[in-house]
T-cell receptor, first 113, second 116 residues
Framework: GDSVTQMEGPVTLSEEAFLTINCTYT??????LFWYVQYPGEGLQLLLK?????DKGSNKGFEATYRKETTSFHLEKGSVQVSDSAVYFC????????????FGQGTTLQVKP | ETGVTQSPTHLIKTRGQQVTLRCSSQ?????VSWYQQALGQGPQFIFQ???????GRGNFPPRFSGLQFPNYSSELNVNALELDDSALYLC???????????????FGAGSRLTVL
C-alpha cells in the first residue's frame, strides 16, 4: 500500500540555520503531497501542499517540490526561527479522493537561540 | 470563521469501557475525518463521514464506529476499550471530501484518551 517515510528526528538547529527534512513516498497513481506542522498542545496545521509533479508548495518561508522521479517532497527553509520549533509531518492523499491522508511518523524540529 | 472543536480534551477510561468523542466541524465544511495518533507516531486514518454516511475506512476494527449529524458535527465511538487505544484522537473537517482533489483538512486540537 501507499506509504510515507520521513527522516528521523529530533533535528536540532541554531537560529538562522538552513533546514531540510527529507520525505519520500510510495504510491500508486498520482497522489497530492502535504506538509503539516503540529505545535505543542495544538492540532495539525497545513503548512504547504503540491498536487502534481514539479509543483512547488511554499508558505511562511518553507518550500517543498513534488519530485516524481525521486518520489520525494523534501521540506526546506533558508533561515529557521525559534518559533519554528514543532513536529513536522509529511503526508499524501491517495488517488480516488477518499479523504484519507497517509502520514509519515513526524520529525521533531528544535531551534535554539 | 470558527475552527474545528473537539471534546473532551482529556479523558481516562478503563479496559472494556466505551467512549464517545465529539467534533464540531469548521463553518462551511461538510466532511469529517477521524484519525488516531499514538505517542510519537503520525496520525492513522480511522474513517470519514460525508453526507451523514461513512465514506472510506482505514484498518480499524468494527468496535470503532461513528456518526455524522445534519449540522455536520460528528461522534467517534469506541467500544470494548483496549490499552492500545490510548492515543490522541484527531478530528478534521473539509469541504466536499469525496470530490476534492487536494484533500485540504482542518484539524482540531484532539481528544487525549488514556485507557488503564
Amino acid at each position: 500500500g501507499d506509504s510515507v517515510t520521513q527522516m528521523e528526528g529530533p533535528v536540532t538547529l541554531s537560529e538562522e540555520a538552513f533546514l531540510t527534512i527529507n520525505c519520500t513516498y510510495t504510491a500508486t497513481g498520482y497522489p497530492s503531497l502535504f506538509w503539516y506542522v503540529q505545535y505543542p498542545g495544538e492540532g495539525l496545521q497545513l503548512l504547504l501542499k503540491a498536487t502534481k509533479a514539479d509543483d512547488k508548495g511554499s508558505n511562511k518561508g518553507f518550500e517543498a517540490t513534488y519530485r516524481k522521479e525521486t518520489t520525494s517532497f523534501h521540506l526546506e527553509k533558508g533561515s529557521v526561527q525559534v518559533s519554528d520549533s514543532a513536529v513536522y509531518f509529511c503526508a499524501l492523499s491517495e488517488a480516488g479522493n477518499t479523504g484519507k491522508l497517509i502520514f509519515g511518523q513526524g520529525t521533531t524540529l528544535q531551534v535554539k537561540p | 470563521e470558527t475552527g474545528v472543536t473537539q471534546s473532551p480534551t482529556h479523558l481516562i477510561k478503563t479496559r472494556g469501557q466505551q467512549v464517545t468523542l465529539r467534533c464540531s466541524s469548521q463553518s462551511g465544511h461538510n466532511t469529517v475525518s477521524w484519525y488516531q495518533q499514538a505517542l510519537g507516531q503520525g496520525p492513522q486514518f480511522i474513517f470519514q463521514y460525508y453526507r451523514e454516511e461513512e465514506n472510506g475506512r482505514g484498518n480499524f476494527p468494527p468496535r470503532f464506529s461513528g456518526l455524522q449529524f445534519p449540522n455536520y458535527s460528528s461522534e467517534l465511538n469506541v467500544n470494548a476499550l483496549e490499552l492500545d487505544d490510548s492515543a490522541l484522537y484527531l478530528c478534521a473537517s473539509s469541504l466536499d471530501g469525496a470530490s476534492s482533489g487536494a484533500n485540504v483538512l482542518t484539524f482540531g486540537a484532539g481528544s487525549r484518551l488514556t485507557v488503564l
